[in-house]
């Protein structure tokens, strides 16, 4: 009888945290749902405080401490900040998703970071992000596009700063000031040399 009982309750409290855990998920890919329309309409604030009411609600905080942190959820909010122009939560957000099991999200999230990455110059890290796509998907074109884009901007960025570059720049700097005339050496009338 005490052990009936026991496994009654037992099953209640295992269904009940099913139930709740299920709604949990609805809820969420509701949320997702939800901020395909606010992004397309550019209302990325409401969508952020979509997200933001989600992870506040209770179901949502027990599927967090069950599981690590959700990298679509964290994938959509650095998509919303980099809308936003607030690189530096969206580099955090990617960072988080980047840590994904799914190989699809992570790579999209990698290319994102590598794009905030390259609009504050680091070329070397951009391009290292870059062939990280790659390694999961090869046949990423705007990646290996990237990539070489990164390559060509360290390569200027490195000749830009060498003693050869410098040197040359000076001999053009010198070059303009030889009086070089206005006149041809067979013609009688003034030309202009460019």
Not at 44 to 56: F, G, K, P
Not at 68 to 85: T, W
Not at 100 to 120: E, G, S
Not at 158 to 163: C, D, E, I, L
């Amino acid at each position: 009888m005490f052990g009936k009982r026991i496994t009654k309750l037992f099953l209640l409290a295992l269904s009940s945290s099913l139930l709740f855990y299920g709604y949990g998920y609805y809820k969420k890919s509701k949320t997702i749902e939800g901020l395909e329309g606010k992004i397309k309409m550019g209302r990325y604030h409401d969508a952020l405080s979509i997200i933001q009411q989600l992870e506040s609600s209770a179901a949502y905080r027990i599927l967090k401490k069950t599981e690590k942190e959700d990298p679509v959820i964290s994938y959509n909010k650095g998509v919303l900040y980099a809308l936003m122009e607030n690189r530096k939560n969206a580099a955090a957000e990617y960072r988080k998703a980047m840590e994904a099991d799914d190989p699809v999200l992570k790579a999209r999230a990698i290319y994102n970071n590598a794009n905030i990455i390259a609009t504050d110059m680091d070329f070397s890290t951009a391009a290292l992000q870059y062939a990280e796509v790659l390694k999961i998907d090869a046949n990423d074109f705007q990646a290996k596009k990237n990539l070489e884009r990164m390559r060509l901007g360290e390569q200027q960025f490195n000749t830009m700063f060498s003693p050869e570059q410098q040197e040359r720049e000076d001999r053009i700097e010198a070059l303009k000031l030889i009086p070089w005339g206005t006149k041809y050496k067979y013609s009688g009338e003034q030309k202009i040399r460019w």
